[in-house]
């Protein structure tokens, strides 16, 4: 009867402690099966409280950075555009020249144009005669 009694005791003991025992993360990360703590029993800190000159030492290395980093930014923006001026130039002045060195025949009779080849008819193009 004793024995009896013990082991009743023994595995109520085991249960009870089974149910106090936090349970451990879980090997597949399922959040939902960890025990929730309210969010009240949280205890919250206030933080460290800064005194005024250093929270104004802090204000003014801020605003130097960002002023730094606008500058930055401005010259960058700068220098993008002066590339693209001189990109620009550079298209221009290239197309200046190609036009000044073509070769440049006058099609007077425009029959001419009627017996051309289809490949011919292509390598045409419009240009006023005015200039040259």
Partial sequence: ???KDVLESS???KKREKEYIPRGKPK???IWKEE???FSS???TRGIRLSLSKKQKLRE???RVKEMSREIKARKQAEKETKKQRRRENLKRAEENRKKSEIVQVIKNPAKIKRMKKK???MIEKRDTINM
């Fill in 120 to 122: 011919q008819l292509r």
């Fill in 1 to 3: 009867m004793q024995t």
């Fill in 42 to 44: 949280i205890i919250k």
């Fill in 61 to 63: 290395d801020l605003k």
């Fill in 11 to 13: 595995s109520s003991i």
């Fill in 28 to 30: 597949s990360g399922r």
């Fill in 36 to 38: 929730k703590t309210k």
